[in-house]
T-cell receptor, first 117, second 119 residues
Framework: AQKITQTQPGMFVQEKEAVTLDCTYD???????LFWYKQPSSGEMIFLIY??????QNATEGRYSLNFQKARKSANLVISASQLGDSAMYFC??????????????FGTGTKLQVIP | GAVVSQHPSRVICKSGTSVKIECRSL??????MFWYRQFPKQSLMLMAT?????????EQGVEKDKFLINHASLTLSTLTVTSAHPEDSSFYIC???????????????FGAGTRLSVL
């Protein structure tokens, strides 16, 4: 079974509108972390936002917010007021467990977002 | 903060040659760095976890003799693709996390990637 599922291979959004990118995850761990990264065409992976499994509040970072629904195992990324520069691939990722050391991070297949002027 | 530098950004080489890719954490110490490979329009696949001062941990199916990893200091890890062949052509990207205990979130900060083309 896929640990991270992104069901939207591609999305379009009008400039200045909000858009939601879907992500569901599968884990039996009680402690885990969820991440969203942006990958422009240049290739670098840019960290956007993090949500810990024990965080009670949804994470927010500027125009990015993470809609965390633990019972449904979903961690959707919401981008408000889309800008042309938001056009990129977006990856959802999960780190399972935390023992004070490093744990592997698993990435989803990504969603290509295109912002339309 | 948390800047990771990766060089070169692009390399074209002949089949049979070896290519070295460097990954540096510029403003923090990284006990552990990660090396990923990404095929066009696909996700990142973890190749190996690089630990400073010890042997790297390779993922299943990754040839350790093919992809040599050295993590000689807290700020530098290198990936050497030995005797490269056209099927090794890919996008290679490294990441680093802050030392455990200083960043519970263990966010991985990525380099800009290296696009390898083997002729």
């Amino acid at each position: 079974a896929q640990k991270i599922t992104q069901t939207q291979p591609g999305m379009f959004v009008q400039e200045k509108e909000a858009v939601t990118l879907d992500c569901t995850y599968d884990t039996s761990d009680q402690s885990y972390g969820l991440f969203w990264y942006k990958q422009p065409s240049s290739g670098e992976m840019i960290f956007l936002i993090y949500q810990g499994s024990y965080d009670e509040q949804n994470a927010t970072e500027g125009r990015y917010s993470l809609n965390f629904q633990k019972a449904r195992k979903s961690a959707n990324l919401v981008i408000s007021a889309s800008q042309l520069g938001d056009s990129a691939m977006y990856f959802c990722a999960m780190r399972e467990g935390f023992s004070g050391g490093y744990q592997k991070v698993t990435f989803g297949t990504g969603t290509k977002l295109q912002v339309i002027p | 903060g948390a800047v990771v530098s990766q060089h070169p950004s692009r390399v074209i080489c002949k089949s049979g040659t070896s290519v070295k890719i460097e990954c540096r954490s510029l403003d923090f110490q990284a006990t552990t760095m990660f090396w990923y490979r990404q095929f066009p329009k696909q996700s990142l696949m973890l190749m190996a976890t690089s630990n400073e001062g010890s042997k790297a941990t390779y993922e299943q199916g990754v040839e350790k003799d093919k992809f040599l990893i050295n993590h000689a200091s807290l700020t530098l890890s290198t990936l050497t693709v030995t005797s490269a062949h056209p099927e090794d052509s890919s996008f290679y990207i490294c990441s680093a996390s802050l030392t455990p205990g200083t960043e519970e979130r263990n966010i991985q900060y990525f380099g800009a990637g290296t696009r390898l083309s083997v002729l």
